[in-house]
């Protein structure tokens, strides 16, 4: 599987919200550092349980990839996406509210698995559209 194939069935796999088929694309000792969101995740446990919940709360969310860009083993996204809040997301109950989201990440594949993701998006614009304080 090559590194934009990887790209491609990770985003198949999160818009049909399967964290399991998910986070199988990823290595075992998989660093994942949404940088609006603090420190990385690490480990496939870990990047489950964050997917889980994303979803969870997030049941119909999906993103759109808006253009890819690959370089050896890195692969380049920038992406649109959104959802409706439905669980409970971030110690709060839900609200019905809606959000939308650009942002763009940055993915080592190495031997058809994700070794490194790197995100960024705007946390202060999304937590304001779900009506959360920005802290």
């Not at 790197?118 to 937590?127: E, K, L």
């Amino acid at each position: 599987m090559t590194a934009k194939d990887v790209m491609l069935a990770w985003v198949e796999a999160f818009n049909r919200r399967d964290a399991d088929t998910l986070v199988n694309l990823y290595h075992p000792d998989a660093s994942n550092h949404q940088v609006a969101a603090g420190e990385p995740v690490v480990g496939r446990d870990a990047i489950i349980r964050d997917a889980r919940g994303f979803f969870a709360a997030f049941p119909d969310s999906t993103t759109k990839l808006e253009a890819m860009h690959q370089d050896g083993e890195w692969v380049m996204i920038e992406w649109s996406g959104g959802a409706t809040w439905r669980g409970e997301f971030a110690g709060r109950r839900p609200n019905g509210k809606t959000f939308h989201l650009r942002g763009c990440g940055f993915f080592q594949v190495v031997g058809g698995q994700i070794r490194f993701q790197r995100g960024y998006w705007d946390r202060a614009g999304w937590f304001l559209q779900l009506g959360i304080p920005v802290e």
